[in-house]
């Protein structure tokens, strides 16, 4: 069992190493993928959208890795 992770009203929810929260969200339809992540605390959110289901980018390692420098960047 982690204690570190959760799963709430459709949102993945993961604390860090630093014991801050990331929600985030994402899936895929048609050839369209999307991902977004926030931080409830500290009001920063992404949302990344690509119009091709295969790329090779993992969209909710980048929305949650923006998520982490946006914040780290204003506090």
């Not at 459709?10 to 190493?17: H, L």
């Not at 630093?18 to 993928?33: C, D, L």
């Not at 990344?48 to 949650?64: E, F, I, K």
């Amino acid at each position: 069992e982690n204690l570190n992770r959760g799963y709430g009203l459709g949102f993945s929810v993961q604390i860090d190493e630093k014991g801050q929260k990331i929600a985030s969200h994402g899936g895929s339809v048609a050839g369209y993928t999307a991902h977004m992540a926030f931080d409830p605390d500290a009001r920063i959110g992404v949302v990344l959208l690509r119009n091709y289901g295969r790329g090779v980018t993992n969209l909710g390692t980048a929305a949650q890795g923006l998520v982490t420098q946006l914040r780290d960047g204003i506090r």
